[in-house]
């Protein structure tokens, strides 16, 4: 089974930016999407950002115009670029193929923003 890792998590300042990379162990191509989501502390684990095998994409409210999610297919990583980020944004994120309906997560990656 394909295996996901996170990395690019790390403790910036308000209105900083970062790029989280998901990288496969294995093919990607057949994913049905690629999503990040993410878990602050005390919180239940939310969708951040989602792209689809046709290319769409969809995000949360609380990042749509800060986030772009992209998927590399050739290189089997998908990333998540951050811009403006605010304290809340604070949170392990997580990295989430879907193949054949049925899901598969990295272990995270924390991201500190700090006021």
């Known amino acids: 089974q394909v295996q996901l890792v996170e990395s690019g998590g790390d403790f910036v300042q308000a209105g900083g930016s970062l790029r989280l990379t998901c990288a496969a162990s294995?093919?990607?191509?057949?994913?049905?999407?690629a999503n990040w989501y993410r878990q602050p502390p005390g919180q239940q684990r939310e969708l951040v950002a989602q792209?689809?095998?046709?290319?769409?994409?969809y995000y949360a409210g609380s990042v749509n115009g800060r986030f772009t999610i992209a998927r590399v297919t050739a290189k089997n990583t998908v990333y998540l670029q951050m811009n403006s980020l605010k304290p809340e944004d604070t949170a392990v994120y997580y990295c989430?193929?879907?193949?054949?309906?049925?899901?598969?997560w990295g272990r995270g990656t924390q991201v500190t923003v700090s006021s």
């Open positions: 792209i689809t095998d046709g290319g769409m994409t």
């Open positions: 989430n193929v879907v193949v054949d309906n049925r899901p598969i």
């Open positions: 294995g093919s990607i191509s057949n994913a049905e999407s």
